[in-house]
């Protein structure tokens, strides 16, 4: 395990670390110092520690413990005399103590109920601006804002990094030139750590802020880099891992993709380089021929989608194999004994899934069916936690989880993975390598009793392993069983190939929660300090999806014809693969592999992609400017997919016969159009364009006040405002940083109201184009939102409806003036009438809600459907109301009665998500793509349009009846026009 390691590689005396601050927490310096605690006489003598959120005392004598004193719990800074020495004194409400006796156990908090003082002293340092500096941190974390705390940590680190200046004088010959010289992070589990990164044509030295390393300066010879990899870090693409001949790595991130591209093209050019010279078919070709192990393979595509051992956001992934670890003993060659390849962990057990579904049939977009990954910090730690407890401490503040909720037992693991409706996790690399240390509690550590009085101890293991080692031996040759080798191109497929996204995942039942996968947040727009940070923090928890490798089905292994032996552990058959079991086999970093760079994107089998690829990794030929051999004729054809952000908005071409076979879309919700002749709509309707205008769903759209601008929201946080009459976008706001779900024109026609699902309700000025107002609405979601009468009415995941006061210009609600409470579950549609002053709402379980607002009190309840309301609109009469939901039923139903009017049951690529009516017609919009005209009277269909590829998600029609739009799934908007 390389972040364990990399703590060994420090030297034991040094105690302190980056893992005692909290995430993200930075270590600017440190002093000579001694300790006074309380009313002692005696002090101690240690090393004062000066951090971003805490300052620490490091104690000299190592049987007492490490203090930590966060700022906001100190009360002041004093300068005074301590002992008749300058020095200060604080007084705390809290503090915490670390590693007493120098063992690693879960940190002590000790409330002061009075507050406790301690006295410091410096030596050989002034104490006068050191406790400037505390007084600073002090401040800013007591008195201030979370963003204004950033501004004053930055402005710190700035300072620091001016004053440690690299000094030529450290590079190893005088001949030496600096071809870069920057800002950069060195990466290790759940820490980072910056400095100042220089690059020679001979070596690289980076130079840390801090003295956290034993040594000012690291050095690392160009002639040992084996691979070059370009990575994306919290979903950015800002990393570089460098993989050394001797094992070893180096991880770095910079402040921006250029400084990171700019870097590594200038270190390819350097003659002394001597990377792996890896020809990218054989890998493929390789494996399918039985030359390489399965666990080889393995490596090899984790490596090429991100994965590494130094990110634990990002660590390698590998399956569950055996099923049964119950029984004496384990036949491998029972295919009983192994587990299903091609489902998702989610998928294995029919009962869990069958619940998943259902929550996921109800739930708008984006749909996942699973809220946890397979891969997180946490549970590559949770598998880990005997061998490295240290990280597990500081992702847990300091704390080791409840002892039944632990790795106790590979039994109880499997059975909560197959049964739990919160685990859907994959195992870990360790599992089918060689080194059990992670399986044995050899430190001793106090991990706790179980409810049942159960010590925690040593992994339990299944009856049919002897011992640990005897347990990873039977995993490995399972992994390279003939069961595993026949089916494991089906995992493959489900991680890193075509049925990671879209209606493939759909279809395999593999959805993830969407900020999982690339390219759904964007950090670097993210303004605010204080949701960027929650953003980090969300993305490490929720875990990463790897970099989509595959866009067909990926190739079977072929039938062992001739016994060959596999290449593992240090075989020179192929290059990359030696280099990467080399690694693996430390218990190090992750492959080192080689993958051309090529801007081909149709027959190459692994994703080398173009030299602006995220993942790209460069070998010896690709930096030599050979040309890569071809693999068609040696391997069956896989499309590789180039996730290349710049290459996702393209102009957008319909075509009359799209597919149908599309995923699933959200509801939206449109203010009621006048009531005027929708006839021409069966005769005179022609296509006007069609064009990408977001870079996710479209939720919700409408048209301004006078018809002239097209006011778009979408599920990347954007409000984009379009003219009508070129298309053109004319500006865009971000609102918030969560998906948005529905938009609504207030009175003022200057002004939109925006339902998000971060709980919250923003307006948006259209004249300033800014995000003017916003408040905390419900305790979940807002899924709809619609005004009446200046009155805003919104809807939420929880099935609380709200009321909102508009009566006051330019005052917006903090508290709701009504309540309205008749559903228990996803509130999935809502509309108004403004004449009547009702409100209509559906919801997922299909119960249908008439409001009265005068009031704010339940007409009646109608009993009409029984699966979710994808949309429902109130005729212009208010007498009658038009339904559809996601079982493909489309009604219309008596206000007053609940009776029929017609009811129409549609095919299942006819299935409405939205709709816009006037009483007479009705605009429909598909999950095929396509428009439909209905006829509200007697319920046929009048005409059907093809505008669209993916399912439709919203529709509006302007008051003249004479233009429309639709948006879909894909962030497409299409406009139509008639001849009034």
């Not at 620490?56 to 009360?75: M, S």
């Not at 021929?289 to 090429?304: E, H, K, P, T």
């Not at 240090?570 to 030696?578: F, I, L, Y």
């Not at 002239?708 to 004319?730: K, N, P, T």
Request: charged share 20%; net charge negative.
């Amino acid at each position: 395990m390389a972040f364990v390691q990399a703590q060994d590689r420090r030297k034991r005396s040094q105690r302190f670390s980056l893992l005692l601050l909290e995430h993200n927490g930075v270590y600017f310096n440190d002093f000579s110092a001694l300790m006074l605690i309380g009313d002692r006489k005696e002090f101690v003598e240690g090393r004062l520690k000066v951090c971003s959120d805490c300052f620490a005392f490091d104690p000299k004598d190592t049987t007492l413990p490490i203090y930590k004193f966060p700022y906001r719990d100190c009360k002041d800074f004093v300068s005074s005399k301590v002992a008749g020495e300058d020095g200060f004194r604080v007084s705390t409400s809290l503090y915490v103590t670390m590693k007493e006796l120098n063992i690693v156990k879960p940190w002590v908090q000790h409330k002061c109920t009075t507050p406790k003082v301690f006295a410091f002293t410096l030596k050989f340092t002034n104490s006068t601006s050191v406790v400037r500096q505390l007084r600073t941190l002090h401040d800013a974390w007591t008195d201030k804002s979370y963003a204004e705390t950033q501004d004053v940590i930055m402005q710190i680190q700035r300072e620091h990094r001016m004053s440690a200046q690299f000094n030529a004088a450290w590079l190893e010959d005088i001949s030496e030139t600096m071809l870069v010289e920057t800002v950069a992070s060195r990466v290790l589990p759940l820490t980072k750590n910056a400095g100042n990164l220089i690059l020679t044509p001979l070596r690289i030295y980076f130079q840390p802020f801090n003295n956290i390393d034993s040594e000012p300066v690291a050095k690392f010879n160009t002639s040992n880099i084996r691979a070059i990899n370009r990575r994306r870090f919290l979903l950015r693409n800002i990393g570089l891992e460098l993989f050394f001949s001797d094992g070893s790595s180096l991880y770095l991130t910079f402040d921006t993709e250029g400084e990171r591209d700019n870097f590594a093209d200038t270190l390819l050019l350097q003659p002394t380089l001597q990377l792996a010279d890896e020809d990218q078919k054989n890998m493929l070709i390789a494996w399918q021929n039985r030359a390489i192990s399965n666990f080889d393979y393995l490596m090899y595509l984790n490596n090429l989608a991100d994965r590494s051992f130094n990110d634990l956001a990002q660590y390698p992934v590998f399956p569950w194999i055996i099923s049964d670890y119950k029984s004496e003993s384990i036949d491998l060659t029972n295919p009983a004994h192994f587990r299903d390849l091609s489902k998702p962990i989610g998928a294995l057990n029919p009962d869990r899934l069958a619940e998943y579904k259902k929550r996921f049939d109800g739930m708008p977009e984006p749909k996942f069916l699973y809220g946890t990954h397979y891969s997180t910090p946490g549970y590559v730690l949770y598998y880990t936690l005997r061998v490295a407890p240290e990280y597990s401490l500081q992702l847990q503040s300091g704390k080791f989880d409840q002892a039944d909720r632990l790795f106790r037992s590979m039994a109880g693991t499997w059975q909560n993975v197959y049964e739990g409706m919160a685990d859907v996790k994959e195992l870990i690399p360790e599992f089918y390598m060689k080194s059990t240390s992670f399986l044995r509690n050899s430190q001793n550590l106090e991990l706790g009793i179980t409810q049942k009085g159960e010590m925690v101890a040593d992994v339990e293991l299944p009856p049919w392993a002897k011992d640990s080692t005897h347990f990873l031996e039977i995993c490995r040759e399972a992994l390279e069983s003939d069961y595993v080798s026949d089916n494991i191109h089906h995992w493959i497929d489900l991680i890193f190939g075509f049925k990671q996204r879209g209606i493939h995942a759909v279809r395999a039942d593999n959805v993830f929660y969407y900020m999982t996968y690339e390219g759904q947040v964007d950090l670097d727009s993210i303004e605010d300090a204080a949701m960027r940070a929650a953003t980090e923090l969300q993305i490490l928890e929720f875990g990463q999806t790897p970099r989509m490798l595959f866009s067909m089905p990926h190739p079977q292994r072929r039938p062992m014809t001739v016994e060959r032996p596999l290449v593992h552990r240090g075989s020179s058959a192929t290059p990359a693969v030696s280099a990467l079991s080399s690694h693996a086999s430390k218990n190090s970093v992750g492959a080192a592999t080689s993958t051309p760079t090529s801007t081909s994107t149709s027959s190459t089998p692994l994703a080398g992609t173009s030299s602006r690829a995220t993942s790209s990794t460069t070998s010896a030929s690709a930096k030599n400017g050979e040309e890569m051999p071809k693999v068609e004729d040696a391997v069956e054809s896989i499309a590789v997919v180039n996730l290349d952000p710049s290459d996702v908005l393209q102009p957008l071409v319909v075509h009359p016969d799209a597919d149908s076979a599309k995923s699933s879309t959200v509801t939206p919700t449109h203010r009621s159009t006048q009531i005027m002749s929708w006839e021409h709509l069966d005769s005179d309707l022609h296509h006007v364009t069609s064009l990408p205008i977001h870079r996710d769903t479209i939720a919700d759209v409408l048209f301004d006040a006078d018809g002239s601008r097209i006011i778009s929201i979408g599920q990347d946080s954007i409000l984009r405002v379009h003219a009508l009459s070129d298309h053109q976008q004319l500006f865009r706001v971000r609102v918030g940083d969560a998906q948005l779900s529905s938009v609504a024109l207030l009175d003022d026609n200057d002004s939109v109201v925006v339902g998000s699902w971060d709980n919250n309700i923003y307006v948006v000025s259209l004249s300033k184009e800014e995000v003017v107002e916003s408040w905390r609405a419900h305790l979940d979601a807002v899924s709809s939102i619609a005004i009446c009468n200046k009155r805003l009415l919104s809807g939420s995941w929880n099935g609380t409806i709200k009321v909102w006061d508009l009566s006051t210009p330019n005052i917006y609600p903090s508290e709701e003036i009504a309540l309205l409470q008749e559903h228990d579950c996803q509130i999935t549609a809502l509309d108004v009438h403004q004449p009547t002053n009702i409100a209509v709402s559906g919801a997922e379980d299909g119960l249908i809600v008439v409001w009265e607002l005068e009031h704010f009190s339940s007409l009646r309840s109608l009993d009409i459907h029984f699966e979710t309301i994808s949309s429902l609109k109130i005729f212009p009469d208010g007498h009658r109301l038009l339904t559809a939901t996601v079982e493909c039923r489309f009604r219309v139903t008596e206000l007053e009665t609940g009776a029929q009017v017609w009811e129409v049951e549609l095919d299942e690529d006819s299935e409405i998500q939205c709709t816009a009516t006037n009483g007479t017609y009705a605009l429909a919009g598909c999950m095929s793509g396509v428009l439909q005209l209905w006829d509200m009277n007697d319920g046929m269909l009048v005409r059907s349009f093809n505008s669209h590829r993916d399912p439709i998600t919203g529709v509006c029609i302007s008051n003249d009846a004479n233009n429309i739009v639709t948006v879909d799934h894909q962030g497409n908007f299409t406009h139509w026009q008639g001849n009034v």
